[in-house]
């Protein structure tokens, strides 16, 4: 694990803004209407409500990224179609996974949920690895740098300026009470503009074999 940052930086001080029209398109797991994830959220941004320099992420956008795929300058909307479509046909005997949160990870630009285990979601990241390769010709951008290196999480906020980690880690620990959530399904979403505008336009989604039984 890495060590505890001793201070938090601006995300996205030094990033090149994109194009307004420019989309990036992602394989994300959208976590906003688990009441469960969304009420740690929730509490864990309450308590950081006090300090300055933080992005929250709002409620409705709470998300695991899986893959980026690409640029909509790149991938047509039939190139998405085909792919959720390829990756639907292969989880297609993919039941639901059961993960943990709770842990907190502290990264100098973001503070974040880390999801456990790991290994239960590879199945998904593999499929949506796969499909985007067979659509686009390309393996797109794993969080991490590859498969192997991949840690699932949900970010809580982003950091906008430079300032010490300390008091923030003192306020909200190293781990919030531990939850057990089931994905259930995934989503290809465009994302417009600058990430922080949060100008999400969901493509479609896969659910997991046996989502929403009992």
Known sequence: MSPLPTHLSDRWQNRPEPRPDLGVVYWHILLGSN????????????????????????????????????????????????????????????????????????HPEAIMLAVTPQHVLRPVLDAVQSATNRITGKDGVVNGGSAEGWTPHITLCYSTAQQPAGPIIATLGKSLPADEITIDALSLVVQRGAERLWDWHPVGTIELAGAGDG
């Open 35 to 106: 009441s469960q994830v969304s009420a740690m959220a929730m509490n864990a941004q309450r308590r950081l409500a006090e300090f300055g320099g933080l992005h929250m992420t709002p409620l409705r956008w709470l998300h695991i990224t899986l893959l980026v795929a690409g640029s909509t300058d790149d991938i047509a909307p039939t190139a998405m179609s085909d792919m959720l479509r390829d990756a639907g046909e292969s989880l297609s005997r993919t039941p639901p996974a059961k993960v943990v949160i709770g842990r907190l990870i502290y």
